[in-house]
């Protein structure tokens, strides 16, 4: 596992002419040859990032600021349009697809100098918790090749902690940021929903997916989400950024209110993560914070509601996938009936499938009051029990799964079991406030991490306390 | 029954509801930076990733159609929703790119309405229930002979308008009114261009026949693009079905096409194969939140619709004929209005009822034939119809010297600024100089003292021999009424 400067240290070097961009995308990419075994990366954007670098290095000779990621090579989750290489989510329905344009989140860290290098392997479609759904091959734990890295966003994951590149991006619409980045150790980001925009991101759930960075340091998180946030006119569901920014942070703890969710710390949690999050604790009271149990009875419906209005969304994002205009298209078909549902069955892995078989099956007449409409008022439920919560305390903190990296294949085949691995992350999507995971300790060689999360658009205090946590570990 | 009703067809009362597809004139398309124009444009070159549903585009919602569905709504009688949303209805054909259409099922922005319409003099109220914004879809074109379809996906992504009638509608004859009236609506309202070849309004007809209360089975005839296919559509459909269950056969809920050279609907599917839609709320676009002074501005901004100018028009004693004619020809053309000429004389019927003969008569056939007629502004067109008719009640105009004069002042490449003066320019004006005509009177009356005498004897034929040898020596110019009046003071005087 090799290291990388901090991030802000690196586009100071670019852009003073110490480091030439090529050198770091020359880098990147050789590390990304050695580390081909862990299959974190699905395609480089090879030619295009030599050619933005030696713009960048081409700007600095020039006298020009490159900007605040000048020559900053990272790795997107393949499941962002970029242009270089194709964007296929890992699926085999977009093997193939070139997009003609690319992420507003990708176009944003491209106006400050950052490179992209790599797309990184994922659960098809954002669908898992291990990676293990990519339809090409399954990522592998930098820490333990024997196991899963987390998912969906398991490349982006490994990346960064194999130090491919100084940071990465990824997706989470119930955990997929914060779970790999807690099985894999590195920091992961899940702003508030809206602050990043969705604009160019293969969807997954439209109502829950947030965009977000993974990075060795809370500082660097921080930075890529100053960069990213903000206001978008492709995305109608964005938000305006803090007027403050999220980089110059506040990460006094004295007098601040810390709750620890009752409900996260049942039986179900394994005793080693439990234990470093108490040894955490004491640090925290140390440092000045305030401890609280506090209790969200709403808590254990979350995964129901989850897995209801995710399927939902879900069966009506990928029915654009249909073999006519891009993507996978099965050529022999001999009407339109046969080319949708031929392309579609072939193109589709068994877990797109399963979903888009509940989410039809919620959506239907007769079962849209039983099912979705029943699940938006349970999720309308947790909005408000957060909202309250957040009244009496600053932070929740808790564990970020129930277990550490679990081995490949453990799960496979038990989707009900892979679906539980997200039990204590898919609140804060379902509530759209923001969460962060931070690698607090190692037990049994595997890195222990925690989730702090926050009210709405407290994204700079959560970051602030993040780095304090961060700290202390 | 114990009134003779006259909607029954043998014994049958027919119910008709009716969904009119409606293209607003925005120039963007509902969610994508698109020109929505596309009349000129070679297929598929209207498309951005929007249109395309590429992966992660998002919709973004053009405020403009807001405004147009609001104004439509006012239009309707109604007044829109402070509170909307979108929703996702799926299907799957290839002209629909995301696999479900962008619409308004839950909560609609425009809510209840109505429109008057008439048939033989009768004036009745059909309800709205509901009116709703929409993307269209693209087009797929199915060539004869050829193995397969070709899709263009310029219109996808339109904004359209559905308007949803309670069935309110009992007859053929009731439903083309409907139809042309809400097409009329729609002009005034200046949401669309409601140009029916180019597909910007499309009715479907729902029609179902009984012979109780209860409503009967409904077949929906879809996509119809002439009023006269509404009303041969709902005519053939009402015969279809009665004839069917006189046979004692019963009527199945399906969708028809209407077969314009046949004259006649078909099947297309039944509602064994109907889609189940799987509607739920747009989760990429926020809820339409309206203020109520948002609302107001847009009311305030409204044109008088057909409705009042019919009431205004027909107290001033235009007839029916006249009153449309002018409702008709004001929405034909974007530039020119004649009922803003027309409103500056609504406290004076007379004159009112003049210079909308002159323009009904005039005015407007010479603006069809002569498209390329300059265009002056309401005002001026105004103030020089009002000059007109002030020469023409000063006596020094004839009718037909008005007709001359408008048709010359209209064609005219400059601007008449002082009427009067051009009047007498072209030689348009008439002679009411009393000197002058008594000079003329006089030698005409030493020329034909036949005609004199006979006048005495009581021929009154002959004064107007008189008058028109003044005419004649006056070039046409003398004012025949003052002719005539000094004519019969010399003769008395003789």
């Known amino acids: 596992m090799k290291s990388w400067d901090n991030i802000a240290k690196i586009a100071l070097s670019v852009n003073d002419g110490t480091k030439s961009a090529l050198d770091l995308v020359n880098e990147s990419l050789s590390r990304i040859e050695d580390a081909k075994e862990y299959n974190a990366i699905i395609s480089i954007t090879k030619e295009r990032a030599i050619e933005r670098a030696q713009l960048i290095d081409d700007g600095v000779k020039a006298g020009k600021n490159m900007g605040r990621l000048a020559g900053v090579p990272f790795i997107a989750k393949d499941n962002f349009l970029t242009f270089g290489s194709e964007t296929t989510a890992a699926s085999n329905i977009l093997k193939g697809f070139n997009a003609p344009y690319q992420a507003s989140a990708i176009e944003k860290l491209e106006a400050e100098g950052a490179i992209c290098v790599a797309k990184a392997n994922l659960d098809a479609f954002a669908h898992g918790a291990s990676t293990e759904n990519s339809d090409f091959m399954v990522t592998k734990n930098p820490h333990d090749k024997t196991r899963v890295p987390g998912g969906s966003s398991g490349g982006s994951a490994s990346s960064v902690v194999l130090g491919l590149a100084p940071f990465s991006l990824g997706t989470d619409t119930g955990g997929s940021i914060r779970q790999p980045a807690s099985f894999s150790g590195c920091v992961g980001l899940k702003p508030t929903y809206g602050l990043v925009s969705r604009s160019g991101v293969v969807a997954m759930a439209s109502s829950l997916d947030c965009i977000g960075p993974m990075t060795k340091t809370v500082g660097e998180a921080s930075l890529i989400l100053d960069i990213m946030s903000g206001r978008d006119l492709l995305d109608s569901t964005t938000i305006e950024k803090d007027t403050l920014g999220y980089v110059s942070l506040d990460s006094d703890l004295k007098g601040k209110k810390i709750g620890l969710v009752k409900e996260y710390f049942d039986d179900s949690l394994n005793k080693d993560i439990k234990e470093s999050i108490e040894n955490l604790i004491i640090k925290l009271k140390a440092a000045g914070a305030e401890i609280v149990d506090i209790s969200l009875p709403i808590l254990p419906s979350a995964l129901a509601v989850y897995y209801i209005l995710c399927p939902a969304e879900v069966s009506s994002n990928l029915s654009r996938y249909d073999g006519q205009r891009f993507g996978y298209s099965f050529d022999k078909a001999t009407d339109l009936k046969e080319s949708y549902s031929e392309s579609r069955a072939r193109g589709f892995g068994k877990e797109a499938k399963r979903r888009i078989i509940i989410g039809t099956y919620v959506l239907s007449s007769g079962y849209y009051d039983a099912y979705y409409k029943k699940a938006q008022l349970v999720r309308t439920k947790i909005v408000k029990d957060f909202e309250n919560a957040f009244k009496t305390v600053d932070f929740l903190l808790g564990p970020v799964a129930p277990t550490q990296a679990f081995k490949i294949g453990e799960k496979s085949n038990d989707p009900l079991a892979m679906y539980l691995s997200d039990v204590m992350t898919v609140a804060p999507n379902l509530a759209g406030i923001p969460s962060i995971t931070i690698p607090i300790d190692m037990k049994n060689e595997l890195p222990v991490a925690v989730q702090l999360m926050a009210a709405q658009k407290q994204d700079r205090s959560l970051l602030g306390a993040a780095r304090k946590i961060e700290e202390l570990s | ?494």
């Open chain 2, 1 to 494: 029954m114990t009134k003779v009703n006259k909607y029954l067809y043998k014994g049958y009362m027919p119910t008709i509801g009716i969904e009119c597809h409606v293209q607003l004139k925005t120039k963007t398309k509902l969610f994508a930076g698109v020109d929505n124009d596309a009349r000129d444009a070679a297929p598929n070159t209207l498309v951005s990733h929007i249109c395309f549903g590429l992966p992660g585009s998002l919709p973004v919602l053009n405020s403009e159609a807001l405004v147009l569905a609001s104004r439509a709504g006012f239009a309707l009688n109604s007044r829109p929703q402070n509170n909307s949303h979108f929703d996702r209805k799926h299907y799957f054909y290839p002209d629909l790119p995301k696999g479900y259409q962008i619409t308004q099922f839950e909560a609609p922005i425009i809510l209840g309405g109505k429109v008057s319409i008439s048939v033989d003099g009768e004036t009745k109220d059909i309800g709205i229930t509901r009116a709703h914004l929409e993307e269209d879809a693209g087009k797929s074109s199915h060539e004869a002979g050829k193995d397969y379809s070709v899709v263009d996906l310029n219109r996808a992504g339109t904004p359209l308008l559905e308007i949803v009638s309670e069935p309110d509608i009992h007859s053929a004859a009731e439903a083309k009114a409907y139809a042309t009236e809400l097409h009329l609506l729609m002009l005034f309202a200046d949401v669309s261009d409601a140009n029916l070849y180019y597909g910007n309004m499309r009715f479907d007809v729902n029609v179902s026949v009984s012979k109780d209360d209860k409503l009967g089975t409904r077949s929906e005839t879809k996509n119809l693009n002439s009023f006269r296919s509404v009303e041969k559509a709902v005519e053939y459909e009402i015969k279809r079905q009665v004839e069917l269950l006189e046979k004692g056969e019963k009527i199945v809920q399906e969708t028809r096409g209407f077969d314009d050279a046949k004259q006649r609907t078909f099947s297309q599917r039944t509602k064994e194969d109907a889609n189940d839609y799987r509607y739920f709320p747009e989760p990429d676009l926020p809820p339409v939140t309206l203020s109520d002074e948002y609302i107001d501005s847009i009311e305030a901004s409204m044109p008088k619709m057909p409705k009042v100018w019919r009431s205004s028009l027909s107290k001033a004693k235009l007839d029916h004929a006249q009153i449309e004619l002018l409702l008709e020809s004001e929405v034909e053309s974007p530039t020119v209005s004649y009922l803003s000429v027309i409103k500056n004389y609504l406290d004076n019927p007379e004159k009112l009822k003049k210079i909308s003969n002159w323009i009904i008569n005039i005015e407007i056939p010479l603006r069809k034939n002569k498209p390329e007629l300059k265009v002056l502004d309401d005002s001026t067109r105004a103030s020089q119809y009002t000059e007109v008719y002030k020469l023409v009640e000063a006596g020094s105009l004839s009718s037909n010297g008005a007709q001359d004069l408008i048709i010359a002042i209209l064609t005219s490449d400059t601007e008449i600024s002082d009427i009067s003066k051009y009047a007498s320019e072209k030689g348009l004006s008439q002679n009411s100089n009393q000197d002058e005509l008594s000079e003329i009177i006089a030698d005409i009356i030493d020329n034909n003292m036949k005609a004199v005498e006979d006048f005495k004897a009581g021929e009154v034929k002959a004064i107007g021999f008189l008058v028109g040898q003044v005419m004649k020596a006056s070039n046409g110019k003398a004012n025949p009424g003052i002719a005539q009046k000094i004519i019969r003071d010399q003769i008395n005087s003789l």
